[in-house]
T-cell receptor
Framework: SQTIHQWPATLVQPVGSPLSLECTVE??????LYWYRQAAGRGLQLLFY??????ISSEVPQNLSASRPQDRQFILSSKKLLLSDSGFYLC???????????FGQGTRLTVV | KQEVTQIPAALSVPEGENLVLNCSFT??????LQWFRQDPGKGLTSLLL?????REQTSGRLNASLDKSSGRSTLYIAASQPGDSATYLC????????????FGKGTKLSVKP
C-alpha cells in the first residue's frame, strides 16, 4: 500500500533563517506531488506541484521554492523565512491521471 | 476562476442525528470532487471521491452526491457520533495537465454526546 511521510511535524524558526521540509511517498511510481499551505481562517492554498523529477510548477509567487530530486521525494525550501510564512504545510500525492489525492500529516511552521 | 464554497462554516448537532454538509463550485468543468476530513492539527483524510461522470458515492455512514450541472455536492452523514467531530473539506479537481485541487474553507462539525 502507498504511504506518505512528511517531517518535521512542528517547527519554530526565527525570521531570516532557512527552511527545508521534506515529503516522501512509498509504494507508487511517478506520482504527482503537491505542497499546500493552510493559514488560519483560509482554505488550503496550492503552492507547488510536480508531475516528474525536476519538474516544478509554482502557483503563487512568494518566498518559497520546491524541488524534486528523486521520483518520490518533494522538498519545500526557503532561503530566508518571513513572519508571513507561518502556517500549516501539507504535502499530497496522487497518481498521474488525476485520481484520488492523499495527504501527509502536515508541518506546523511558526516563524518568530 | 473556480471557487468552492462550503455552508455552513460550523455545525453543532446532538449525537444520532443525520446531517448534510453542502459544497458548491462556480465552474462545472471539473474532473472529480473529493471530500476530506481534518482533525485539529492533523493532515487530511480522504473520505470519498466522486468522478465527474458519477452521481454519488457511499462509504459506511457517509454518502456524497454530485450535481455537476448545478455546481453542487452534498455529504450526508447518517447517525452521527461524537467521533465524527472534525472539519470537513470539499475539493474539486480541475481538468487539464495540472489537475490541481481547489478547496473550500470547510465545515467544522461538532457532534455532542
Amino acid at each position: 500500500s502507498q504511504t506518505i511521510h512528511q517531517w518535521p511535524a512542528t517547527l519554530v524558526q526565527p525570521v531570516g533563517s532557512p527552511l527545508s521540509l521534506e515529503c516522501t511517498v512509498e509504494g507508487t511510481s511517478n506520482p504527482n506531488l503537491y505542497w499546500y499551505r493552510q493559514a488560519a481562517g483560509r482554505g488550503l492554498q496550492l503552492l507547488f506541484y510536480s508531475v516528474g523529477i525536476g519538474q516544478i510548477s509554482s502557483e503563487v509567487p512568494q518566498n518559497l521554492s520546491a524541488s524534486r530530486p528523486q521520483d518520490r521525494q518533494f522538498i519545500l525550501s526557503s532561503k530566508k523565512l518571513l513572519l508571513s510564512d507561518s502556517g500549516f504545510y501539507l504535502c499530497a500525492w496522487s497518481e498521474a491521471g488525476h485520481t484520488e489525492a492523499f495527504f501527509g500529516q502536515g508541518t506546523r511552521l511558526t516563524v518568530v | 476562476k473556480q471557487e468552492v464554497t462550503q455552508i455552513p462554516a460550523a455545525l453543532s448537532v446532538p449525537e444520532g442525528e443525520n446531517l448534510v454538509l453542502n459544497c458548491s463550485f462556480t465552474d462545472s468543468a471539473i474532473y472529480n470532487l473529493q471530500w476530506f476530513r481534518q482533525d485539529p492539527g492533523k493532515g487530511l483524510t480522504s473520505l470519498l471521491l466522486i468522478q465527474s461522470s458519477q452521481r454519488e458515492q457511499t462509504s459506511g455512514r457517509l454518502n456524497a452526491s454530485l450535481d455537476k450541472s448545478s455546481g453542487r455536492s452534498t455529504l450526508y452523514i447518517a447517525a452521527s457520533q461524537p467521533g465524527d467531530s472534525a472539519t470537513y473539506l470539499c475539493a474539486v479537481r480541475l481538468g487539464g495537465s495540472q489537475g490541481n485541487l481547489i478547496f473550500g474553507k470547510g465545515t467544522k462539525l461538532s457532534v455532542k454526546p
